[in-house]
């Protein structure tokens, strides 16, 4: 049954990508425990609005989980302390009356502040671009069932599939880290025979791709499973280093793909 | 004005290959002339946006989210419909063509919704083709559940997330060709006006979200593919950021506004608890392929659910519709959920909720099973209820979801106004009064993929069209408007929240615009509005710089646009003197409590055009021909 608690927040606010950021305290009361944790931060809106200040800038859109709009590091965990939970899936009756949250941005030197807990994503779209598809071109594609795909590789590909794209495994990765997203995208395609003919040339446009941006290297801290609100499971890093190893040996064998070009982050 | 449909001649199922034979075409090299915008990423847009980029035109694409894969087709759940028939019962493209009419009550274009049919087949194949990992049997080929409104098993399924897998797999096409140069993408941009050069469209201001900055851009032709208004309502289980600003700006520019009233209100969500609350969450309809739906049969019962035995329950849909039972279309299904609590048998802390109990699909296929088909949806509603699904029926109440108005476009998916196309939600075409489970991704990725490819080369080859750049004066007047307007939103420093004055339009549509509409109900709204509209620009309170990344600006822009919305819809609800699918008038009922509708009188797709701010739209009327199947009463008992 719902019941309300009161908390204090030490929230990250910074007015652009050039400006000096500063911890400011508010005090969130009267909290519905079956609000949100992003209802939560509305209410602290509304009383900044109506005190003339601005209100906290925060990144969300479909509030249930799937978008993967929003997301920030409270209180050192990135999107939270629960498990394969998003912001605004996590609701307040997991949290006790009196407790201090920390709130700041995702923390990556990939993902600049753009404002207070907004951060610049694009680096993921551009590791999609660079070859995290099947290059199909619309129209006639053979009947889909001309190509039957066992039931546990149809699984095991949509397991990996599910990623959001919310950047929470960075956040949470001591060296910063995309390998658990670039490992979730080439999983999925590489498990379903739709994605073998490319199999080769995507994990190594993908993998270039994501050093440009400077994202950081594995190594095994598997923060990023802790923190991944859809629980893709690091098994997928493993599948993407085996992956990018025999395509590299392809490379030196064959000399293979010398066409691959890396993104501009203008992209 | 004379509304065209531009139906092709023929016979229904041989239309749209005739149309195709007979559609002029723009050569290869003419292609890479034409510029084509694109606003919206969703299922229509990115499919649309990858498309047209694959033929070689040159496309910018534009979306509110900082990626186009937020788009908020990203959170459909269930399914898409497919005539495949791979389940051997029964199915065709013919059948799942007269289930779509009927379900939409007989108010959409015949025409339109064949062809929606005949294309579900290649969406599926086009889709695998992509890597969408579809639902799959231990044989390897591709499984299929059952959706409201059909008697056949028809749809295809990605867990609940079929709507992320679908729109990934768009957002990857889209993103391919970001990388081959043909598309360039422009994020975190929110258009605020259309440009009409010539009576033709031609271009779009946008805000630029991050800076905000007003952004110019010229094109020969512009494709919206913004989404739906469910948002008018406040609470609603589109996205925050769904809007109608889009669609009611070119509206304002004199394309034509269809049907606005048929709004469709989802049987399955999790009911309102707090006033705190920011959106509603659907519970896919596909669990009403297991889960029985049950009220007390004792008024007031406040017994816990486990506590009520099996005599004393009432399921009410079976017992009221016994051949399609608990799968019923939703505006049946949303009807008898308010009745049932309206009557005093509500269920939960407000009395506004009924079961959906999934006892007796547990124990015939076990936990496993189920967790495949529906686990994201039980982990869902566990953490916004604080309750497990595995032991206690869900407790859920309609909601806002869909909207089957929009701008009027043709068969061609092209407005009245030359050069703008409007594709999935955004357009009115094929739904009519109630959209059936499972179509919405049909119809996006049909319009997108489909046929707009085909449609905007007929368009272009046909046309002469002069050169424009975004310094003529058509931008700079614009332009100046949309500073003019932000100006004054900043300057108000009322007392009231944007937030504030939202729930206020949101509550008072619910009320008299939402599941049952009456003719006071109606005429009260048309009063309220316009005060409400009134009080906001006298009283709202918008903090922070037009210059800069700002929220409270971006909410106030898209709020002041509802206001103004939410009369024309009230006035097409008053209109249209029938119930038919989700528009519901208590007034034109039969007498068990079935919608009565009048096709004497309004078998026609009301088109409303703007006529200036104070004065009333005028209404044209396209009238439906049925040359195929008879209107007939619509019964699912």
Same mark, same amino acid.
């Given at each position: 049954m719902a019941k309300t608690i009161s908390l204090t927040l030490k929230v990250w606010r910074q007015k652009g990508p050039n400006e000096p950021g500063r911890f400011e305290t508010y005090e969130a009361r009267n909290i519905s425990t079956d609000a949100s944790f992003l209802e939560m931060l509305d209410i602290v809106n509304k009383e900044l609005t109506l005190q003339g200040k601005e209100p906290i800038a925060f990144d969300h859109d479909c509030r249930e989980g799937i978008c993967g709009s929003c997301g920030a590091v409270v209180n050192g965990h990135a999107h939270g302390h629960e498990r394969e939970t998003t912001l605004c899936q996590l609701h307040m009756r997991k949290f006790r009356d009196g407790d201090v949250l920390v709130i700041e941005p995702w923390r990556s030197r990939v993902f600049p502040v753009i404002?207070?807990?907004?951060?610049?994503? /694009?680096?993921?779209?551009?590791?999609? $671009?660079?070859?995290?598809?099947? /290059?199909?071109?619309?129209?006639?594609?053979?009947? $889909?069932?001309?190509?039957?795909?066992?039931?546990?590789?149809?699984?095991?590909?949509?397991?990996?599939?599910?990623?959001?794209?919310?950047?929470?495994?960075?956040?949470?990765?001591?060296?910063?880290?995309?390998?658990?997203?670039?490992?979730?995208?080439? /999983?999925?395609?590489?498990?379903?025979?739709?994605?073998?003919?490319?199999?080769?040339?995507?994990?190594?446009?993908?993998? +270039?791709?994501?050093?440009?941006?400077?994202?950081?290297?594995?190594?095994?801290?598997?923060?990023?499973?802790?923190?991944?609100?859809?629980?893709?499971?690091? $098994?997928?890093?493993?599948?993407?280093? +085996?992956?990018?190893?025999? $395509?590299?040996?392809?490379?030196?064998?064959?000399g293979e793909y010398p066409d691959i070009k890396v993104l501009p982050p203008s992209v | 004005m004379m509304l065209d449909s531009k139906v092709p001649a023929g016979p229904l199922a041989e239309k749209w290959s005739r149309y195709k034979a007979e559609v002029r075409l723009v050569s290869p090299a003419n292609k890479r002339k034409y510029t084509i915008l694109v606003v919206g990423t969703g299922l229509a847009g990115a499919s649309a946006a990858a498309t047209l980029a694959e033929l070689g035109y040159n496309v910018q694409v534009f979306c509110i989210q900082d990626s186009p894969r937020r788009a908020h087709s990203i959170a459909a759940q269930g399914g898409i419909n497919a005539a495949k028939n791979y389940q051997n019962d029964g199915d065709s493209v013919y059948r799942l063509f007269y289930d779509t009419i009927k379900g939409g009550d007989f108010r959409a274009r015949e025409a339109n919704v064949y062809r929606l049919a005949e294309l579900s087949c290649n969406i599926i194949d086009q889709c695998v083709a992509q890597g969408v990992p579809f639902a799959r049997e231990y044989g390897g080929l591709l499984d299929n559940r059952s959706f409201g409104g059909a008697q056949v098993s028809r749809t295809f399924y990605a867990r609940g997330q079929t709507g992320q897998q679908l729109l990934l797999g768009a957002y990857g096409a889209l993103m391919k060709e970001v990388n081959s140069g043909q598309v360039k993408m422009f994020p975190r941009r929110e258009m605020l006006d259309l440009i009409v050069v010539n009576g033709k469209a031609r271009g779009i201001v946008c805000r630029n979200l991050i800076t905000g900055a007003l952004e110019s851009y010229a094109g020969h032709a512009v494709v919206l593919a913004t989404g739906g208004y469910s948002n008018v309502f406040y609470l609603s289980t589109n996205a925050k950021a769904s809007n109608v600003t889009a669609i009611w700006?070119?509206?304002?520019?004199?394309?034509?506004?269809?049907?606005?009233?048929?709004?469709?209100?989802?049987?399955?969500?999790?009911?309102?608890?707090?006033d705190y609350q920011s959106k509603l969450t659907l519970m896919s309809e596909s669990l009403r392929n297991d889960g029985r739906i049950w009220v007390p049969k004792k008024k007031g019962d406040s017994r816990p659910p486990s506590e009520i035995p099996e005599e004393e329950r009432d399921y009410y849909l079976e017992r009221r519709y016994p051949s399609y039972g608990?799968?019923?279309?939703?505006?049946?299904?949303?009807?008898?959920?308010?009745?049932?609590?309206?009557?005093?048998?509500?269920?939960?802390p407000t009395k506004m909720a009924v079961y959906l109990d999934l006892r007796d699909a547990f124990e015939r296929l076990g936990r496993q099973t189920l967790d495949d088909l529906y686990g994201n949806l039980f982990a869902i509603y566990e953490k916004i209820v604080g309750e497990s699904p595995y032991s206690t029926p869900m407790m859920i109440y309609p909601a806002p979801h869909y909207t089957m108005g929009g701008l009027?476009?043709?068969?061609?998916?092209?407005?009245?106004?030359?050069?703008?196309?409007?594709?999935?939600?955004?357009?009115?075409?094929?739904?009519?009064?109630?959209?059936?489970?499972?179509?919405?991704?049909?119809?996006?990725?049909?319009?997108?993929?489909?046929?707009?490819?085909?449609?905007?080369?007929?368009?272009?080859?046909?046309?002469?069209?002069?050169?424009?750049?975004?310094?003529?004066?058509?931008?700079?007047?614009?332009?100046?408007l949309a500073e003019e307007r932000t100006k004054k939103l900043l300057s108000i420093k009322g007392k009231k929240t944007v937030d504030e004055f939202h729930r206020e339009l949101g509550l008072l549509l619910w009320?008299?615009?939402?599941?049952?509409?009456?003719?006071?109900?109606?005429?009260?709204?048309?009063?309220?509005?316009?005060?409400?509209?009134?009080?906001?620009?006298?009283?709202v309170l918008v903090p922070g710089e037009a210059e800069t990344l700002n929220q409270s600006l971006e909410k106030a822009g898209r709020v002041a646009d509802f206001l103004e919305f939410a009369e024309l819809m009230a006035r097409d609800a008053l209109h249209r003197e029938e119930s038919c699918g989700c528009h519901f008038r208590e007034e034109y009922q039969t007498p068990d409590g079935e919608a009565q509708r009048n096709d004497a009188e309004y078998a026609y797709v009301a088109a409303w055009e703007y006529q200036?701010?104070?004065?009333?739209?005028?209404?044209?009327?396209?009238?439906?021909?049925?040359?195929?199947?008879h209107p007939a009463a619509r019964s699912y008992k």
């Open positions: 404002k207070d807990l907004i951060v610049d994503r /694009s680096a993921l779209d551009r590791i999609i $671009a660079s070859g995290g598809y099947i /290059s199909v071109r619309t129209g006639q594609a053979p009947d $889909a069932h001309a190509l039957p795909v066992s039931k546990e590789h149809a699984d095991a590909a949509f397991e990996a599939a599910q990623c959001i794209g919310c950047g929470a495994c960075v956040a949470a990765c001591p060296n910063g880290s995309a390998m658990l997203f670039v490992a979730a995208k080439v /999983s999925h395609l590489s498990l379903l025979p739709q994605g073998r003919p490319e199999r080769w040339r995507r994990v190594q446009k993908m993998v +270039r791709q994501m050093d440009a941006e400077g994202f950081g290297a594995c190594s095994n801290h598997y923060e990023c499973e802790a923190a991944c609100p859809k629980g893709i499971r690091v $098994a997928n890093i493993a599948r993407l280093n +085996r992956e990018h190893l025999l $395509a590299a040996f392809r490379a030196r064998l064959f | 700006r070119a509206y304002k520019r004199g394309a034509l506004m269809a049907n606005p009233c048929f709004t469709q209100i989802h049987p399955t969500c999790i009911p309102v608890h707090g608990n799968l019923v279309p939703r505006d049946v299904a949303s009807r008898a959920a308010k009745a049932v609590c309206d009557a005093g048998y509500g269920v939960g009027w476009v043709n068969y061609e998916l092209m407005s009245n106004l030359p050069g703008l196309f409007v594709l999935g939600e955004a357009n009115f075409s094929d739904h009519g009064a109630n959209r059936l489970g499972a179509s919405a991704l049909m119809q996006g990725l049909a319009d997108g993929y489909f046929i707009v490819p085909y449609t905007m080369g007929n368009y272009l080859a046909s046309q002469s069209l002069e050169p424009v750049t975004p310094d003529r004066e058509e931008f700079r007047q614009a332009t100046l009320d008299y615009c939402g599941m049952a509409r009456n003719r006071t109900g109606l005429e009260m709204l048309l009063k309220k509005i316009p005060e409400l509209r009134a009080a906001f620009w006298e009283n200036g701010d104070d004065v009333a739209p005028q209404l044209h009327k396209e009238p439906l021909v049925f040359e195929e199947v």
